[in-house]
């Protein structure tokens, strides 16, 4: 059985980290094809942030409580669930929710934990791994031979494009702002690009230009992507750091039959997540439990320590996932 009540990690108001404070919550109670998780560990991500913030909304019939993608023990089921019995260990995309000792999730937004993978890194992977999935390999359509840039490589998502792209045989380059985190994408077999000292325009000319670029950073970087895509270049953009707004010369894009596409994962529907769910399962799972695609955790922090936690995502020095503890293990 499981308690009433539990901790939980409210937003008291928009802004800074400091809003973020422990509060009781009534445990939710699983609806049809939901099942209900005891949670181990929750991801971090900047989606959390700009949520805190007050520029991403939760959608209506999801949770107020930040927090993306958990991990732990399923401990209840609603009515409809049959794949899933109490006691499995699962990592799970969420709504909202997640930074709780309890959150309840659509029952095909869940996948078991990889073969070889603890609670811990299994809570690393829902956000990055159907975010990357969906606008890479479904939307970006990067194939074997092409050359893909990403932005942000030292990022959970940017370390799980790498090796993603890699997987799939693609020639792959990442921009970084310092020598350690150039030298850790180095590491994952990519090409890195100091952004601080190098122009990855200029860069990617030499290589005939990117076939797909990944762009979380948006504002100028928008501009410097249409030039440095090849001929019939895609784009995909899934964040706007620097801002959403820019003036675009639009004959470029003609002039090189480029794509440009993008994609938010929260407000899809429960049919497109479940789908890029068993993508997931079926292709990617099985490269992370025979060890071809890593977690990499970059800091751990309690549950408690949800403002430092935050305070480390906003810094922009961390190189892979920040992760907090909720139940641990032995969740």
Known sequence: ?????????????????????????????????????????????????????????????????????????????????????????????????????????????????????????????????????????????????????????????????????????????????????????????ATPINYRTEDFTKIMAAEDGADLILDMVGGSYIPKNIKALAPDGRLVMIAFLEGPKVELNFAQIMAKRLTVTGSTLRPQSDAAKAEIAEALRKRLWPLISAGSVKVRIDSEFDLADVVQAHRRMESSQHIGKIVLKVGGDSA
């Open 1 to 189: 059985m499981f308690p009433d009540a539990m901790n939980a990690v409210e937003i008291t108001a928009p802004g800074d980290a400091d809003v973020l404070h422990l509060t009781r919550r009534p445990v939710p109670v699983p609806r049809h094809d939901q099942i209900l998780i005891r949670v181990a560990y929750a991801g971090v991500n900047r989606p959390d942030v700009l949520q805190r913030m007050g520029s991403y909304a939760p959608p209506p019939d999801a949770s107020d409580l930040p927090g993306l993608e958990a991990s732990g023990e399923i401990v209840g089921m609603g009515a409809g669930v049959t794949r899933w019995r109490k006691g499995e260990q699962v990592c799970a995309l969420l709504p909202g929710g997640g930074y709780a000792e309890y959150v309840a999730c659509h029952a095909d937004h869940a996948l078991r934990i990889p073969y070889g993978l603890s609670l811990r890194e299994g809570a690393c992977l829902p956000e990055t791994a159907f975010t990357v999935w969906s606008n890479v390999v479904t939307r970006g359509g990067l194939t074997g031979g092409e050359r893909f840039l990403v932005h942000g490589g030292t990022s959970g998502i940017g370390m799980m494009a790498i090796q993603i792209a890699r997987s799939l045989g693609a020639r792959v380059f990442a921009t970084a702002g310092s020598d350690e985190k150039c030298a850790a994408i180095a590491a994952l077999g």
